[in-house]
């Protein structure tokens, strides 16, 4: 009889050695997975500007284009409040990614402005050629 009482002691310890086991476990893989997720939350954030003002992308295709032709325009921002081109073309706004049509007559350097709701501003810019 003791030997019975022996053995339903040994597995209790057992059952209770693997329960805590692969709780301990799923918690380790639930704080890892949490980890990752912070991590590439926090790539993300970063590839897109940290969330404060930031021009990702501002560039033309085609960059050389015949008269009368057009090329677009792409721009993308991050953190900022309003965006404008010089000289202006159709509405623009802020976008991660945007592009907008334009048909220039000759060579013309074109502005991309961003401004954040404190006042900050950045600009690039980009020229597109025009062959006759």
């Given amino acids: 009889m003791w030997l019975l009482g022996l053995l339903i002691v040994v597995g209790a310890i057992y059952d209770g050695w693997i329960l805590y086991s692969r709780r301990s476990e799923n918690r ?3 704080r890892a997975q949490a980890e990752k997720e912070a ?3 926090r790539k993300t954030l970063d590839a897109y500007g940290g969330g404060g003002l930031k021009i990702l992308d ?5 960059a050389i284009v015949k008269r009368g032709a ?4 792409c ?10 081109m010089e000289p202006a073309v159709e509405a623009v706004w802020p976008a991660v990614t945007r592009c907008v049509q334009v ?7 074109y502005k991309f402005i ?7 501003s950045v600009t690039e810019t980009i020229e597109i050629r025009v062959k006759p």
């Fill in 28 to 30: 380790e893989a639930t």
């Fill in 39 to 41: 991590s590439h939350e």
């Fill in 58 to 62: 501002f560039y033309a295709t085609p």
């Fill in 70 to 73: 057009q090329t677009n325009l």
């Fill in 75 to 84: 721009y993308g921002v991050t953190g900022a409040k309003i965006v404008r």
């Fill in 103 to 109: 048909s220039p007559k000759k060579d013309t350097e």
């Fill in 114 to 120: 961003a401004e954040d709701e404190a006042g900050h």
